[in-house]
């Protein structure tokens, strides 16, 4: 015999504080709730306009430096530090979490190129205009004790002087090794005061370079004359290089996607920025553009899933890594042109460092409540995100969740580039209308940006 027994749990309809409604029970039966869809877009409505109406995302600034913020870097080893370099040889560490100078790095006798830091977050390394790369080790005892009532200045523990000015510097992530970017690209070791190996290939000077966090010995560079070059350190020469097409195109900054290490995003000089995978160079797998000026810098957020870029017109955008258009853009009326940016090692915060000298810290998600979030918030707040999620395609969500408000001067520009974007491709299409059947063809914006030379080795 089959006895069928009604068993409830006291937490299923007991309020977990007194102030609470009393729970009610109810069937999800869509049959019995035909007002179900009606609600839901109701919420997701409500949703992305409570979004905006809590999106602040600038969290504070740095005041400290006397010139221009040229150069960050992070420490992997230690989340709350962030160094910065400027114009003027000063170098920093910063606790962001009190937002106040830790340390000091003074000896730079011109502007600061790059700033590395090992992957053990131990040593630091800087190079600059004055042609010398220093090492420092990472006071990271001080981050704790840190009052801000007094700045420690470092001494380098070593100093090495070459035969050119440096432009970039970067760490392997795994190793002793760090490369510099200039007249050519050097190979350093920690414990030697000349590079153990160079590279060359052309006169231009190279502008900018990153180690691939997934292979040691593969780092990527680009140039001013628009190339970007692959490297292995194992081989004696170049492995793979393309160049930009359109002249003034060069590119600025590169970096890796750390979860997908074949993967990098080039920041060029004509607004846009160029994902491309580094087995095949022959096209860029997206283009993601925003940008009214020329890209200064970019920085990969540790998941992989997007990037956070700083630009010439004075905002900084987040950008999904495989999204056209970028997701997020900040600016302030203070903050002039952007030179540098980072992702914090937990995701959760940007960093920009720009021309009027300060660094300013800001939320990577706008309208994410800081400080501790009860269970319940964390799960209203999801539901939230999974009902915008569901009726995101439809205009009038789509419309509240993609507004931004911009500057009038960056606004007008916008809009001026798509004018001439869309007049070119309009005189495109009326000339190929007008020539003979296969003499012309579309070559797509991912395809037609750069042109390939390759040594056919690489991976």
């Not at 009052?147 to 440096?166: C, I, M, R, S």
């Not at 042109?337 to 720009?354: E, L, T």
Request: glycine share 6%; aromatic share 8%.
């Amino acid at each position: 015999m089959k006895v069928k027994v009604i068993s409830r749990s006291t937490d299923e309809f007991t309020r977990e504080r007194s102030q609470d409604l009393q729970r009610v029970f109810r069937n999800f039966d869509p049959n019995l709730r035909t007002q179900e869809k009606a609600v839901e877009y109701i919420r997701a409505l409500n949703a992305a306009k409570l979004d905006k109406i809590f999106a602040r995302p600038f969290i504070g600034a740095m005041d400290g430096h006397i010139d221009s913020v040229s150069c960050m870097a992070k420490n992997p080893n230690y989340l709350k530090g962030i160094f910065s370099g400027s114009m003027d040889g000063d170098i920093r560490l910063w606790d962001v979490a009190s937002r106040r100078t830790v340390c000091q790095f003074p000896g730079h006798q011109g502007p600061v190129r790059g700033l590395a830091v090992s992957t053990d977050g131990q040593i630091l390394v800087s190079c600059g205009i004055d042609s010398t790369v220093r090492l420092w080790n990472v006071p990271v005892a001080t981050l704790g004790e840190s009052d801000g009532t007094h700045e420690n200045l470092a001494q380098p523990l070593a100093v090495y002087v070459w035969k050119n000015a440096f432009w970039a510097v970067d760490h392997q992530w795994d190793g002793e090794l760090f490369a510099t970017a200039g007249a050519q690209v050097d190979i350093w070791n920690q414990n030697r005061s000349q590079p153990i190996s160079s590279f060359e290939w052309g006169m231009d000077t190279v502008i900018s370079l990153k180690f691939n966090p997934g292979e040691p010995n593969v780092l990527a560079t680009s140039g001013s004359d628009r190339s970007i070059t692959l490297y292995d350190l194992r081989m004696s020469s170049p492995t793979r290089k393309i160049i930009m097409r359109l002249i003034g195109d060069k590119t600025n900054a590169i970096s890796w996607n750390p979860m997908e290490p074949m993967n990098f995003t080039a920041a060029n000089e004509d607004c846009n920025c160029y994902s491309y995978d580094a087995r095949k160079l022959e096209e860029a797998k997206c283009v993601h553009k925003d940008h009214v000026s020329a890209v200064m810098d970019i920085d990969y957020s540790p998941t992989g899933r997007e990037f956070v870029t700083g630009s010439y017109d004075r905002t900084v955008r987040i950008f999904q890594y495989n999204g056209g258009h970028s997701r997020e853009v900040y600016h302030t009326k203070r903050m002039q042109r952007v030179f540098c940016v980072k992702f914090s090692c937990d995701a959760s915060y940007v960093i920009s460092g720009s021309d009027d000298t300060n660094l300013r810290l800001w939320k990577a998600k706008a309208s994410e409540q800081l400080g501790v979030v009860l269970p319940r918030e964390r799960r209203k707040h999801d539901y939230h995100e999974a009902v915008k999620n569901r009726y995101k395609h439809l205009p009038e969500v789509k419309r509240i969740v993609r507004h931004r408000h911009l500057p009038k001067p960056i606004y007008k520009a916008g809009i001026l580039r798509r004018t001439v974007n869309e007049a070119e491709r309009r005189k495109e299409e009326r000339r190929r209308a007008h020539s003979a059947p296969g003499s012309s063809s579309t070559v797509p914006l991912r395809k037609e940006e750069s042109s390939k030379k390759l040594n056919d080795s690489f991976y």
